[in-house]
């Protein structure tokens, strides 16, 4: 998978998948960010694609307890792929219905997402092929997330990279 700007995945069945860039080419990241009785991230990415799998490993990051795009990774294989599709009035809306599907299968079925192959990212629709994993003994969800909101959301480019901010209830 490619992840523009110089950017490639390297391990596409790792948690994450790490970005390999070209020199002086930035990665796609995320990071924790301080707000009142809730939690937010940050996610810059080089594509719209990338910066929705990049917000989605953010959030299973804050799930096991990380913060800046570190934690407690390991490269177990998925144990289930499924082919996901929303569509939503726009784009903040269809980041925002993306993570709370992926958080409504983690809370109700107990799975970790891992990777997604977006096979059709547009302005208000979205199809993706999913992976996911069982938490395990290195991998254990260490904070609740009670919700994804549209408190202060944004998803937007900023010059040639994509950003978003993202609340989570607690």
Excluded at 117 to 134: D, Q, S
């Amino acid at each position: 998978m490619t992840g523009g700007a110089g950017c490639v995945i390297l391990e596409v069945l790792a948690f994450p998948a790490f970005w390999r860039c070209e020199k002086g080419v930035t990665p796609s990241r995320w990071r924790t960010v301080e707000h009142t009785a809730d939690l937010a991230i940050e996610v810059e990415a080089h594509s719209l694609d990338e910066l929705f799998v990049t917000g989605a490993l953010g959030m299973m990051g804050v799930l096991l307890g990380a913060e800046d795009g570190t934690g407690p990774w390991d490269s177990g294989s998925p144990a289930d792929w499924r082919e996901l599709t929303f569509e939503a009035p726009d784009r903040e809306a269809l980041f925002v219905e993306w993570l709370r599907e992926l958080l409504y299968i983690q809370v109700s079925e107990q799975l970790l997402f891992t990777v997604a192959e977006i096979a059709e990212l547009a302005e208000t629709k979205m199809v993706a092929r999913v992976a996911f994993r069982p938490p395990s003994n290195e991998l254990e969800v260490e904070r609740e997330l009670k919700g994804v909101t549209y408190h202060d959301l944004e998803v937007a480019r900023r010059g040639d990279r994509w950003y978003a901010r993202i609340v989570f209830d607690l």
